[in-house]
């Protein structure tokens, strides 16, 4: 009984603290895609996604039913037997945050083709060029797919048309338009000590605060000490 509270309590903990950092995965146009469920389905499912400030549901599975929410014409979604979805032929109108069961799974950015990928380590510089040719002396506006662009790390440059990056984060990831143009995606990898260290810390944290809350079960009379 005893075990079996900590055991929940440790799993419960620690996979919340895995949902903390979304994953963005950028894939080609025209590529397969599964998007998996962070954790394991049993019975039903449902897949949303989030672009452009709202949500929308994708399809619902249960057993061998699927049920789509969206028009598919060329039924290029599908739900698998662990409950992934997978996507056929992906589109540049595919990108967004892709919810399982209203939890975040990952953040997809669907690159349409003929875009420049620049891969680099985290916490490099990295340099962004326009791609095509701003008019006159402007400075381009400078935007991205997901998210902000953190003002403290990433600078655009007044005197020439590019955008630079200092200490590269996995979350700067994504497809840079310059105005209004894509220009690159960036592909941010993972370095070994951030790998190594949330683990680490998730697990003292799930052991503390699992500590804590059955000391509070055992004050309370909720789990009787054995005898
Ligand atoms: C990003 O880099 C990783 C590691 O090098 C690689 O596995 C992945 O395919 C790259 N993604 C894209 C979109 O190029
Ligand atoms: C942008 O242009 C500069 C100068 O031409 C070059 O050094 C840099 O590698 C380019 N950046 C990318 C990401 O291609």
């Not at 490099?124 to 953190?150: K, Y």
């Not at 984060?169 to 993972?190: H, I, Q, R, W």
């Not at 949330?198 to 005898?227: D, N």
Request: proline share 4%; net charge neutral.
């Amino acid at each position: 009984m005893k075990v079996n509270i900590f055991c929940c309590l440790l799993a419960c903990t620690l996979g919340s603290n895995v949902t903390a950092g979304l994953t963005h995965e950028g894939v080609k146009e025209g590529t397969q895609v599964t998007v998996r469920c962070p954790h394991s389905v049993e019975g039903g499912v449902r897949w949303s996604r989030e672009s452009g400030g709202s949500r929308a549901d994708i399809l619902t599975a249960d057993g061998d039913k699927t049920k789509k929410h969206i028009n598919d014409p060329q039924k290029r979604y599908n739900s698998q037997a662990d409950g992934s979805l997978f996507i056929l032929r992906a589109a540049p109108s595919d990108s967004g945050r892709y919810f399982c069961n209203h939890e975040a799974a990952v953040e997809l950015t669907v690159i349409p083709s003929g875009t420049t990928i620049v891969s680099v380590a985290e916490r490099s510089s990295i340099t962004l060029n326009c791609s095509h040719n701003v008019g006159g002396s402007a400075v381009p506006t400078w935007r991205r797919d997901s998210g902000e662009i953190n003002e403290g790390r990433i600078s655009v440059s007044t005197e020439d048309t590019t955008l630079r990056i200092r200490e590269a984060e996995p979350a700067d990831s994504g497809l840079y338009y310059c105005d209004g143009e894509p220009a690159a995606y960036l592909n941010v990898t993972k370095g070994q000590r951030s790998d190594r260290e949330l683990p680490r810390i998730s697990l003292l944290t799930g052991m503390i605060l699992t500590g804590m809350v059955l000391t509070g079960m055992v004050l309370t009379g909720m789990v009787l000490p054995e005898r």
